[in-house]
């Protein structure tokens, strides 16, 4: 929302302020407090306005659309209160936010979703609902079936997000009423660009997705990612992740990082460290500290530093200390993936993750661990080709065997290299969008337009 703020001011900020709404509760974390204090600081047009405290006994993704629910009294507050000094041309809100579309159409303002996933996770949505009068079993029960979406690869019932997996849960309810709503918004504003998606991007513009009701306009405004002189984190991390790269070969480094929720299990990050060590290839990874032995994905508002010495293989750190270089919790990802010592992407497939990655122009290792990660697998590996997956063993394990066997190929093998010339490719494309008469720019500007004629 923050960078959508900042491209609105930019090119025009002589026509609009930007407020958001910050609801605050227990399920903030230290690092958005902090995060929302620098913005504050550091970015005078951009405002917050924070409604009441509202608590929270969980702090799980199913409680989000609650949370939303319950925060819908001091939101039509909040809006009414900034009407009364100017006038609001656009209410922007995220999926997690679909409770808050009734308040904004209540008060008359024109509402759009900014979904900072992909188009990918803009088909999922406004076809579930297509799909649930379709099959009426869960998901869970049928996972090897291929359910197809329109300008997407088939994908298996078992890749899609766990959240729509029972159909008896509140989740999936609240996924289906995602769906519903997208299609009564104003317009979707997605992270992406044409070029990227082309084919699913062409089948929610025909009507393909929603075939039952007139899709609301749809604009490709990215690729929205952080510089790296805004990503936040230790400046000594920083500078020795920086240090060590840049005593590395040119294009030599594979990079791990799993994404501000991914954990595995401690077993898991060992099968890790022994197929890194004999890859022999150079590496630098981010480890997190597991929260659990099996190897369920587990994901937690509350981290610590991991005991690396604890966790690793004995003498791992010391073995691998000349190729390399281990660092805890957090890496500056950006920066990182921009160094040109690095040639690789061991990646959850976050989309933040995946544009960083392109913008970039680094090749992936896909190896998804929740959300709908999985479907991004899919169309990173089979339609973009932008990435080699990693293969899981039937218990979810992925082996020590199958980490060395990946590496070694994305830095070394012909595949490798053939990934790498195509996100070469996709990098100078995604520099170009937002050049005058491309894509992103043309998207944007649609958008900020009808803002003004409203």
């Avoid at 405290?53 to 939101?75: D, G, Q, V, W």
């Avoid at 997190?288 to 003498?315: G, M």
Wanted: aromatic content about 10%; some cysteine; charged content about 20%.
């Amino acid at each position: 929302m923050v960078e959508l703020g900042k491209l609105i001011l930019r090119h025009y900020h002589h026509r609009f302020s930007v407020t958001i709404l910050i609801g605050e509760g227990s399920l903030d974390t230290p690092d958005t407090t902090s995060f929302i204090r620098h913005i504050s600081q550091t970015t005078d047009p951009i405002t917050f306005h924070f409604l009441p405290f509202l608590s929270m006994k969980s702090s799980t993704h199913l409680n989000r659309a609650e949370y939303i629910r319950l925060n819908n009294p001091n939101l039509r507050q909040a809006l009414q209160t900034i009407s009364k000094t100017s006038r609001i041309r656009a209410f922007v809100i995220d999926f997690f936010s679909t409770p808050a579309l009734t308040i904004a159409s209540d008060l008359g303002i024109p509402t759009y979703y900014f979904i900072t996933s992909g188009a990918i996770a803009v088909a999922l949505f406004l076809y579930v609902p297509i799909i649930h009068n379709q099959i009426n079993k869960s998901f869970k029960d049928i996972p090897t079936t291929h359910i197809h979406f329109p300008g997407l690869p088939p994908i298996p019932a078992s890749y899609l997000p766990e959240r729509v997996q029972d159909r008896e849960s509140q989740a999936y309810s609240d996924f289906i009423q995602i769906g519903l709503n997208l299609r009564r918004s104003n317009g979707i504003i997605i992270n992406t660009f044409e070029c990227l998606e082309p084919t699913v991007i062409k089948a929610i513009t025909d009507g393909f997705c929603v075939p039952d009701a007139p899709t609301p306009p749809l604009y490709c405004i990215g690729p929205l990612i952080a510089s790296p002189k805004n990503e936040r984190g230790k400046g000594e991390t920083v500078n020795q992740c920086m240090s060590w790269l840049a005593a590395q070969p040119s294009q030599s480094v594979v990079f791990l990082s799993f994404g501000s929720e991914g954990v595995f299990s401690a077993a898991q990050v060992r099968e890790i460290a022994i197929g890194l060590e004999n890859s022999g290839q150079r590496f630098l990874w981010v480890v997190r500290e597991p929260v659990s032995e099996d190897n369920n994905i587990h994901r937690s508002l509350e981290y610590k530093d991991p005991d690396l010495e604890a966790l690793l293989p004995e003498s791992f750190l010391n073995r691998t200390k000349e190729r390399g270089f281990v660092v805890k919790s957090w890496a500056p990802q950006v920066a990182v993936l921009n160094h040109e010592s690095v040639g690789g992407f061991v990646t959850h497939c976050g989309w933040n993750s995946v544009l960083e990655a392109v913008c970039a122009g680094v090749p992936m290792v896909a190896w998804p661990l929740y959300a709908e990660q999985r479907m991004n697998k899919v169309f990173l590996v089979e339609d973009m080709k932008l990435a080699m997956p990693m293969e899981e063993s039937e218990d979810g394990l992925v082996t020590a065997v199958e980490v060395q066997k990946r590496v070694t190929a994305l830095m070394n093998s012909e595949e490798g290299k053939l990934l790498r010339e195509q996100s070469r490719k996709m990098k100078e494309e995604a520099m170009s969008v937002w050049s005058e008469r491309r894509s992103s720019m043309i998207a944007f500007t649609k958008l900020a337009e009808s803002w003004v004629t409203q």
